[in-house]
């Protein structure tokens, strides 16, 4: 008869061989990109809520590139030749405010997306498009759908490129609004090419986890870096007709990224998957069940806007599902689990050769 600790010690060896086996093969048949992007796909589209662009542009297998010899740095731009650049024509950029909460309102273009969220005792702005745009959205916008743009007196900008900042020097300067963002990403704006005075001034620093209150609103902004160092997510306090919803609004889509990291983009998609991963958990904890977009594309918001107008009585509200908050998050994990993956084997061939 076998002895038992002969059979144990039999048993944990062929384990081991076993786990040293599939070790070897670099990872199991499961950890692959294309695993990884099949989950994200399962979670891209469902009726209303279609993640298609979101899943396209992150889950891309990067194609390879020729070596390029160094380029010289980008000369700083004078005033007067950023101001004098070509504005694109306003047919394409133009998009009318609507209301979507009862205590949120879509005034953003085409494009960038620009949400104020109406509190008892003001205004809170998330980003601010660009500057040709952000007095067309807001003097002209805000009346439209019944707000005071003199309420604004806070305004987070969700990360610091261009299509996010421009706007908010014209409201820091005529309404006194003070400016959220990162403290990474403040250093991020104060490093680009943009001359100064097309900056917003230094003004108020978001920390993670941080609460922003204004009146009976409190707004939570989480630090998520991936898209730029320090990306900001915010989650919104929502009404629709009396009823409470929570919405979560990831800052930043794209990756990889290279302006503000010292390398070739890996370090954006690590932290980009890190964050996500992380707001996944902090959404379904905290019950968001409603996803805002920083740009239309992505959750084809514009849509769903539409959508709002033809809503019955007793309808779901076209941007309310807890399910497409996980999905969004599902997605953005998946893609960039399988970014780095494909990095790695690009990396393992390079050294190979």
């Not at 990872?27 to 399962?42: H, L, N, Y």
Request: glycine share 6%; with cysteine; net charge neutral.
């Amino acid at each position: 008869m076998m002895n038992k600790a002969y059979f144990g010690a039999t048993l944990f060896v062929f384990f081991a061989a076993a786990w040293a086996s599939t070790t070897a093969k670099g990872q199991t048949a499961a950890d692959t990109p294309q695993a990884d992007v099949a989950i994200a796909k399962a979670a891209t589209y469902r009726p209303g809520h279609d993640f298609s662009p979101l899943t396209d542009q992150l889950c891309a297998e990067p194609k390879p590139q020729e070596a390029k010899p160094p380029q010289p740095a980008p000369a700083v731009q004078s005033a007067a030749a950023f101001a004098a650049r070509k504005v694109p024509p306003r047919s394409s950029w133009f998009a009318e405010p609507a209301k979507v909460f009862d205590n949120l309102y879509y005034v953003g273009t085409q494009i960038q997306s620009m949400w104020a969220v109406k509190t008892s005792q003001g205004i809170i702005l998330h980003d601010t498009s660009f500057d040709y745009s952000v007095q067309t959205a807001v003097d002209e916008g805000f009346p439209k759908v019944g707000l005071d743009p003199t309420q604004i007196k806070y305004i987070i900008v969700a990360h610091a490129h261009t299509d996010h900042y421009l706007g908010a020097r014209y409201l820091q300067q005529k309404y006194h609004a003070h400016v959220i963002m990162s403290e990474a990403d403040w250093n991020v704006l104060a490093k680009d090419d943009t001359p100064a005075e097309f900056k917003p001034e230094k003004d108020m620093v978001a920390t993670d986890g941080m609460k922003l209150t204004l009146g009976d609103t409190t707004l939570t902004l989480y630090i998520t870096p991936g898209h730029t160092p320090g990306t900001i997510t915010t989650l919104f306090p929502l009404s629709d007709k009396g009823q409470r919803h929570l919405g979560v609004l990831w800052g930043g889509t794209a990756v990889p990224q290279t302006r503000g990291y010292s390398d070739d983009g890996t370090e954006s998609i690590r932290l980009y998957n890190a964050s996500a991963k992380r707001m996944k958990e902090i959404s379904a904890k905290a019950g968001a069940d409603v996803l805002l977009s920083s740009h239309t594309n992505y959750d084809k918001t514009l849509d769903m806007i539409n959508a709002i107008r033809f809503r019955n009585p007793g309808d779901t509200h076209p941007f309310v599902s807890k399910d497409a908050v996980q999905r969004w998050f599902t997605i953005a994990y998946a893609c960039t689990a399988a970014q780095m993956l494909w990095k790695t084997h690009t990396s393992s061939s390079a050294e190979v050769k």
